[in-house]
Nanobody, 112 residues
Framework: VQLQAYGGGLVQPGDSLRLSCTAS????????VGWFRQAPGKEREGVSC????????AYADSVKGRFTISRDNAKRTVDLQMNNVKPEDTAVYYC??????WGPGTLVTVSS
């Protein structure tokens, strides 16, 4: 069972970025999958998650209306579309399946 997050990079405030979490060894529909982030000097926090089955979604207040999580069972991916990014979105982003399996993070830096 492996997870891998992709898509991080350096972007400017107001830009968009799409992160992708790819699963191997299991279906992304087998677990609730969440995106988390950890900014320098801060604790890891939940950003968004999508439930197994009906695909219900939830978002942290700080990203509501800007980020969208989606799942593609055929591709075994869970994506996080990030729009209108802000400097405070700068962090290492991780994906997790069921809070049990974690992949290496991908760094997102928002700076002008």
């Amino acid at each position: 069972v492996q997870l891998q997050a992709y898509g991080g990079g350096l972007v400017q405030p107001g830009d968009s970025l799409r992160l992708s979490c790819t699963a191997s060894g299991f279906s992304v529909d087998d677990y609730a999958v969440g995106w988390f982030r950890q900014a320098p000097g801060k604790e890891r926090e939940g950003v968004s998650c999508i439930s197994r089955g009906d695909g219900g979604t939830a978002y942290a207040d700080s990203v509501k209306g800007r980020f969208t999580i989606s799942r593609d069972n055929a591709k075994r991916t869970v994506d996080l579309q990030m729009n209108n990014v802000k400097p405070e979105d700068t962090a290492v982003y991780y994906c997790s399946a069921g809070g049990v399996y974690w992949g290496p993070g991908t760094l997102v830096t928002v700076s002008s």
